[in-house]
């Protein structure tokens, strides 16, 4: 056992300083043979712990107790891995209707630029026609007009 002395001391005016005084309980009567049987009696007692902790770990009520703890030990990591699984396979149905919809998108962006670039093709060959008729027109004009003036040269020989 131990006991403190608390002594408070002034060094200064407003200064305090705390100092600790520890005496230690020691029989002056101990003996080398004493000491040993002390000792021994401590190596004996810490064996005599170890021993029924021993034994305590050995019950059938601590095997119990652990294999209890190792059972729920294995059901959480099962949940654990079932998360886990279900998780991934959201995470997988996630990412496949995410590239569908990219891919029907896609699809249909690739759909809308054949579809403009066949409108264009058909108004393109439309406006060839068109250009076709009104040139066929104008040589019909032509013609006409040179016959027309080649018949009044001849009525007018």
């Not at 703890?69 to 699984?85: F, H, N, S």
């Not at 393109?124 to 040589?139: D, K, P, T």
């Amino acid at each position: 056992m131990a006991s403190a002395d608390l002594k408070l001391s002034t060094l200064e005016p407003g200064t305090v300083s705390l100092s600790c005084k520890i005496e230690m309980n020691r029989s002056k009567n101990t003996s080398f043979a004493d000491r040993l049987s002390a000792a021994a009696e401590a190596r004996k007692a810490q064996l005599e712990r170890a021993a029924r902790a021993r034994s305590a770990a050995e019950s059938p009520a601590a095997v119990e107790r652990r294999t209890a703890r190792e059972a729920v030990e294995v059901a959480r990591d099962a949940r654990i891995a079932e998360r886990r699984a279900a998780k991934l396979a959201a995470e997988a149905r996630q990412a496949a209707a995410l590239a569908a919809a990219q891919a029907a998108e896609v699809a249909a962006r690739e759909a809308a630029l054949k579809a403009e670039q066949e409108a264009r093709d058909a108004e393109f060959a439309e406006q060839l026609a068109r250009e076709a008729a009104m040139e066929a027109e104008r040589q019909a004009a032509r013609d006409a007009r040179y016959a027309a003036r080649k018949a009044r040269k001849r009525k007018g020989r």
